[in-house]
């Protein structure tokens, strides 16, 4: 083994036993080198077995139902990974290599403090002391730059935000300066401004304690700006390595050039988002032209929103009230057939608007106008007949589909309840056409959510609301839980639907390019309040605010040359 | 916190209210007229009305309310109908029995349910779990009659290990001479379901991402489980359980009755049989009340172990 080589993977072959005792694949044997003190990306869509060669190598799948081919060899330092057991094995884990995950907030235990959970570690692996090791979980809370760290480390985790949580993992991670840092999909569930900060700080930490990192994500254009060398996988296997240079200049795999294309681009709008497939068939991809947006004064206006607020009450002593005012005066009008995005970070109050204007929130201040009619004022009798014409999707389609529920009984519910359809075959018929309109299959009827992917149960969310021929659809970070693949997909589909039906969009997204490609004009919140407003492409190119632009900067512009 | 306690508290007067109410009027409407039952079978209408003046019911209806009212406040509720006793000492002396055998049921019964649940959680889906799933089915399939039947007659009768029932003097003797048989007969149909709902915390706990953490730390599967694991199971078994303590007020009524244990339960049985109305109306006030009081208890000590609970 090369000297500057600290972990070898040779022939990873692993696979899953089913309930039957069935085995399905998931890594096919693949080979790749982590030398020291480099970054390398591991980049691929959910499923392509990313996540599995990390858990493999931490020996952290589940070894009931696991079988790795005895021929599969991960060597670090001269040692056999795959073959450790028992004290050595936890020797290894957290102190040579750690790991950081998806998710901060699950991945930190709820009832003890961020501090204790570091000081663990410590305590476990440098045989430091309970005080010395809280102190020293103090320090490395100062490292990874948390604010007030001394407070914060008596902190229990949900008390935190999502981005400092996940900097209290990291912390956790490098307490025992480890040699290899796995970081699975860190910056998934955070905001894009956030995730730009954490990126920030591990690349930071690496230089700093000359570690190396294994970066594994879905975005390729993620990686750019800080991975030494780059790994593509899709379905268990290795479609292209090299250095992040020639990745991203040269890609020599069509599915690394279809992953570099099917993020939206904030200087170009192509009619269609290049997806996967675009790539993968014999010919390539064609750009296809650019599409133009704004609003006209031909519009017709169908929602006019005018000073919309709300404010939630919080208690406070005995008898006391607080308000906290979460939507401040947010006006806005909505043309048929056109996209209005809504950009912010969490808690800005964006998807407070969309919540009040489906009255799943009740404002307290402004008016709605649909049509000339209030929707904010109207009895709840006089609400019903308007609920079917604004629908809403939210952002995670694992929670806000009825797992009891098969996809027919998701799709043919609401049209019960708004009486469409006079008989259920009737209904059934229709489920199927729009199923069919959003590109599943027919016999995904008598399925279960559970049965489908992220991107497919969108769909099914999507097609929820079709079913009510809805004029507005409100959609709430609708696709910022997908993979960037799927999440083009999801966005062509949605603009084909709008083509097709002049459907009104509300888009609610903390993703700037997104929003860029499909709105029409574009609203800026922060806090509560409107920071920008004005037509998508001029609030891009001059943004006014300075919010606005942090928001901007924030954008992985992928790999650039580093003498520029 | 204290504000929190408050605001609780006065959110109970309505609700003792509503229980006094309802208790109330369950008496006096569906209740039978208790007079009846007093004056016994040879009654004059002169000595049913001396019966009736005696108990207040020629009272006008908001007159014996207020009358219900003030016991509840004073919790004084007269004289109990069958032993001319005082209700307050005749629960007092009822209370402990009940209190000794529930108690030391449900102490036993979560220490081996507790650790019983997180191993048969940790090898799930393996050998130890199927087995220990087939026992507690088996013995939840079997009446608590069989149990106490043969028990009594092979543990106490033939062999002689315990005394076949009765109660003695003195908190220790009855603790450890004859709470043992019963509680033994109350375990067997306790266990089984007990087991079963807390493996499903801890089943449901060992999915979570943060046992990946812990493992990913380094910690031995150990440390996992008796740290990590059971800190976040505890918490729905202790909810569980404050929420069935009021019930230990009112005692195990068929192992009291089948054990002659002078407690809660039997005094139940016997004023219900008798219509000794001031003994059944005291006890529910009290369980009203004592579920109302540990319900608070209950959100209190859940915001201890949960700090994820916030109080408003």
């Known amino acids: ?564 | 916190m204290l504000s929190y306690i408050i605001r609780r508290v006065l959110q109970m007067i309505p609700t003792l209210f509503g229980v006094m109410l309802l208790v109330f009027c369950l008496f006096s409407v569906f209740g039978g007229d208790p007079s009846l039952v007093l004056a016994g079978k040879h009654m004059t209408p002169a000595t049913l009305a001396n019966v009736r003046a005696q108990l207040g019911l020629d009272q006008p209806l908001t007159t014996q309310f207020m009358i219900f009212v003030k016991q509840v406040f004073t919790l004084d509720f007269g004289t109990s109908w069958g032993s001319q006793q005082p209700v307050r000492d005749v629960l007092a002396s009822r209370v402990g029995p009940s209190l000794t055998l529930s108690g030391a049921l449900l102490v036993v019964d979560l220490l081996l349910a507790v650790p019983l649940a997180a191993l048969v959680a940790y090898f799930r889906g393996g050998l130890t779990d199927r087995i220990v799933t087939i026992c507690c089915t088996l013995a939840m399939s079997i009446s608590a009659l069989v149990y106490i039947v043969a028990g009594q007659y092979l543990l106490a009768y033939k062999w002689g290990l315990f005394p076949v029932g009765g109660w003695g003097h003195g908190f220790w003797t009855n603790l450890l001479i004859y709470v043992p048989l019963p509680m033994l007969m109350g375990l067997m149909v306790s266990l089984g379901p007990d087991i079963r709902f807390y493996r499903s915390f801890f089943v449901e706990e060992m999915n979570h991402d943060y046992v990946r953490t812990a493992r990913a730390k380094g910690l031995s599967e150990q440390k996992v489980m008796l740290k990590h694991v059971l800190r976040n199971a505890l918490i729905p078994v202790v909810t569980t359980v404050m929420m069935s303590l009021p019930y230990l007020l009112i005692g195990a009524l068929v192992l009291e009755s089948f054990f002659q244990i002078p407690g809660m339960g039997n005094e139940v049985v016997r004023a219900m049989n008798n219509s000794d109305f001031p003994i059944i109306k005291a006890i529910t006030v009290y369980v009203a009340l004592a579920t109302m009081v540990f319900n608070l208890l209950a959100d209190l000590i859940y915001k201890l172990i949960d700090p994820r609970v916030q109080l408003k």
């Open chain 1, 1 to 564: 083994m090369n000297q500057d080589t600290l972990l070898q993977v040779r022939n990873l072959k692993v696979s899953f036993r089913g309930e039957e005792g069935e085995l399905t694949e998931a890594l096919k044997g693949i080979n790749f080198d982590i030398p020291r003190n480099r970054t390398v990306a591991l980049v691929g869509e959910s499923g392509s077995g990313k996540s599995v060669t990390s858990m493999a190598i931490m020996q952290l799948l589940p070894a009931r139902n696991t079988v790795i081919d005895p021929a599969s060899q991960v060597t670090f330092e001269g040692r056999d990974l795959l073959a450790l057991e028992g004290a050595e094995l936890r020797k290894m884990r957290g102190k040579d290599i750690a790991m950081i995950f998806q998710e901060p907030m699950s991945s930190l235990n709820p009832v003890f403090t961020v501090g204790d959970q570091i000081a663990e570690t410590l305590m476990l692996h440098a045989g430091l002391g309970r005080r010395d090791a809280f102190k020293r979980a103090v320090a490395l809370l100062t490292e990874v730059g948390l604010p007030d760290p001394e407070k914060r480390a008596k902190a229990y985790p949900h008390e935190l935000s999502g981005g400092q949580q996940q900097r209290v993992m990291i912390a956790m991670a490098i307490a025992c300066e480890p040699k290899l840092l796995i970081a699975d999909e860190p910056t998934t569930a955070l905001d894009v401004t956030i995730q730009k900060q954490i990126l920030q700080l591990l690349a930071d930490l690496q230089k700093k304690h000359g570690m190396s990192v294994l970066f594994i994500t879905h975005d390729l254009g993620l990686v750019g700006e800080f991975a030494d060398d780059v790994v593509v996988m899709r379905h268990g296997e290795i479609r292209e390595a090299g250095s992040v240079e020639q990745i991203f200049n040269a890609p020599a795999n069509p599915y690394t050039k279809a992953l570099l294309n099917c993020r939206p681009h904030l200087d170009s709008r192509p009619l269609r988002l290049a997806v996967i497939d675009d790539f993968m068939q014999p010919g390539g991809y064609v750009k296809p032209g650019e599409r133009v947006r704004g609003y006209e004064a031909s519009d017709e206006i169908i929602l006019d929103v005018q000073h919309l607020a709300k404010s939630f009450d919080i208690r406070q002593g005995l008898f006391g009230k607080r308000q906290f005012h979460a939507v401040k005066d947010v006006s806005f009008q909505l043309p048929r057939g056109k996209t209005l995005g809504i950009v912010g970070e969490s808690g800005s109050g964006k998807t407070t608007v969309g919540l009040t204007l489906v009255r799943l929130h009740q404002a307290t201040g402004g008016k709605a106008l649909f049509h000339g009619k209030d929707l904010l004022a109207m009895s709840a009798r006089e609400f019903h007949e308007y609920k079917r014409r604004i629908q809403i999707i939210f952002q995670n389609p694992y929670a806000s589909l009825n797992p009891r529920f098969t996809v027919e009984q998701i799709l043919t519910e609401p049209m019960m309840l708004h009486g469409i359809g006079r008989v259920q075959m009737e209904r059934v018929k229709m489920a199927q056409a729009l199923l069919d309109r959003v590109g599943l299959p027919a016999r995904s009827l008598s399925r279960y959510p559970h049965e489908f992917s992220g991107g497919q149960r969108q769909r099914i969310a999507i097609a929820r609301c079709l079913t009510l021929k809805p004029e507005v659809l409100i959609c709430d970070e609708s696709v910022s839980a997908l993979d960037v693949s799927v999440q083009a997909q999801v966005l062509n589909l949605l603009q084909e639907l709008q083509d097709e039906y002049k459907l009104s969009y509300l888009f609610i997204s903390h993703d700037l390019a997104v929003v860029k490609h499909i709105s029409d004009q574009v609203l800026v919140m922060n806090k509560g309040e409107v920071v920008e407003q004005g037509d998508s492409d001029a609030i891009y190119r001059a943004p006014a605010a300075a919010y606005t632009r942090k928001l901007l900067d924030s954008i992985p512009t992928g790999w650039q040359p580093q003498a520029a």
